[in-house]
């Protein structure tokens, strides 16, 4: 060992004998000078490197300052010193920025410098878009708006993070539109059996009901009173329809008998016999001169109502044909059956040009918007909108009404109503198939507890009225409240966490 060595350990020991002297009185008090000494030379090492740290802290977050200062200075001066909001915004902006570059210094007291303890700071600098030129011009897209960008505070640690936000993801579910709700007004009695299917005139004077008795009867609809009873049928007569363009009516039944009525005379014209078994849906072309009609069959016939011949048999279901939609352009046709599918037909070559397998029980009715290009089907599984052409699968509706839809409507507002076999009539927003009202009928005096099916709805000419056809062998009027608000009856929409595929 060198001298200088030697020197150094003894240097160390007499050091040591002065802080812990081995015996002697006072011994305890020795050691504990010993042990402040110790702690106070680790203070002053841990000191020299925090206020090392904090000089780094300092430098980084002058240049940050320096560089955020600049900015503002330059945005100031291109924006236009006169403009008052321009000089107001930029001073906010330059007090934002010696906010941020003041908060080193005010928080000089924290120990960046020791690891593992180094608490992150974030700072935040408001960065504004040039302002506007006094004529009104735009300077560029996308400087409308003031931008929050954010930056982080150096730390002793090498780790370092920036502030983010994340948006969440606004809902896709279309917005309902407010209906005014909808209460009963009259109740039309008169059939003596189940009311199967309802028709308007085009006049919207009156309009006709078929029933499981086997009679049409003709009702004035101001007034509710039975004009004339039509008998023809030898079964239930479960579809009726009036032409637009002609003077006739249009009945079909159970007794597989199609017949077209003079309504100048109040006589059969003429009969279209061509189905198997029992007629479970009837409806016309609204342009040219076709009648649709389908059955138990599994067939979907078209006829010319002017000389009865049958145009096409459009075949391609494998149970009852028991809902018809038909419209001016393709798809013309649309048929929904128990087998659970619905098809869009073409009319010139009559061939299923889409098959719609989206429901897994039996589709028992369909309805179209006046005015919109789409469609809805139900069943007992679900209520779903389709769109056309194609035929593409929309949404389905949020509630779903646990019972066998018998019929489904729309008017031109965008109320659309399915009745049930248990006797609720649902009355849904057409956009966004939300349910914002549900009316359980009361079942009239000699009807049994188990007849209060729905098995027919329409809305009149004007959409403002509201007819159901009943198991209780009544027809009931329904009309909007007139005295109802949206603050009265708000809506109640929750839209659902994700759109269904399928």
């Not at 300052?65 to 403009?83: L, N, P, Q, T």
């Amino acid at each position: 060992m060198t001298a200088e060595g030697r020197r150094h350990v003894e240097e160390r020991r007499t050091r040591t004998r002065a802080l812990f002297p081995r015996g002697g009185k006072g011994n305890e008090e020795h050691g504990k000078v010993g042990l402040e000494h110790l702690k106070r030379a680790r203070e002053e090492k841990e000191g020299g490197e925090r206020n090392e740290g904090s000089v780094r802290a300092k430098a980084k977050w002058r240049e940050e300052y320096e560089y955020a200062a600049s900015v503002a200075e330059a945005r100031r001066d291109g924006g236009g010193g006169s403009d008052p909001a321009s000089a107001s915004a930029s001073a906010s902006a330059s007090a934002s920025v010696e906010a941020a570059a003041a908060g080193p210094s005010s928080s000089s007291g924290s120990r960046p410098g020791e690891k593992g303890k180094g608490k992150k700071a974030s700072g935040l600098a408001l960065a504004l878009p040039p302002a506007s030129k006094p004529d009104g011009g735009a300077r560029e897209a996308g400087a409308a708006s003031t931008s929050l960008s954010t930056f982080s505070a150096p730390s002793a640690s090498t780790h370092e993070y920036s502030a983010s936000v994340i948006r969440r993801q606004a809902s896709k579910w279309p917005k309902p539109v407010w209906h005014a709700p909808w209460k009963l007004y009259r109740v039309v009695s008169g059939h003596m059996g189940w009311v199967r299917s309802v028709a308007f005139d085009p006049s919207n004077s009156w309009f006709v009901t078929g029933s499981a008795d086997r009679t049409i009867k003709v009702w004035d609809l101001a007034s509710g009173r039975l004009k004339l009873t039509l008998t023809g049928h030898i079964e239930q007569v479960t579809g009726l329809a009036v032409s637009p363009r002609h003077p006739y009516m249009f009945s079909c039944g159970l007794d597989k008998q199609i017949k077209c009525w003079d309504l100048e005379y109040n006589k059969v014209i003429r009969h279209y016999h061509g189905h198997l078994s029992g007629i479970y849906a009837l409806q016309l072309h609204p342009t040219l001169d076709l009648l649709f009609t389908g059955g138990r069959d599994c067939t979907c016939r078209v006829w010319d109502m002017r000389t009865k011949a049958q145009v096409h048999v459009l075949t391609g279901h494998d149970n009852t044909v028991c809902s018809i939609l038909s419209q001016g352009t393709d798809p013309q046709v649309i048929t929904g059956s128990h087998d659970s599918q619905i098809k869009l037909w073409d009319l010139v070559a009559a061939k299923p040009m889409t098959t719609l397998t989206h429901h897994k029980k039996s589709v028992r009715c369909l309805g179209m918007h006046p005015k919109e290009y789409s469609f809805c089907s139900a069943s007992s599984d679900r209520i779903k909108k389709f769109a056309l052409p194609s035929g593409k699968f929309m949404h389905n509706t949020i509630q779903q009404q646990r019972s066998i839809v018998n019929t489904i409507a729309c008017n031109d507002d965008g109320v659309m109503v399915t009745g049930a076999d248990n006797g609720n009539v649902w009355l849904w927003d057409w956009q966004s198939g939300n349910r914002f009202q549900e009316i359980e009928t009361q079942v009239q005096p000699g009807s049994l507890d188990s007849e209060n099916g729905i098995f027919a709805s329409s809305f009149d000419v004007t959409g403002t009225r509201l007819l159901t056809c009943e198991a209780d062998k009544t027809i009931k009027f329904y009309k909007e409240d007139l005295e109802a608000t949206p603050e009265t009856h708000p809506v109640r929409f929750k839209p659902p966490k994700d759109m269904k595929r399928f």
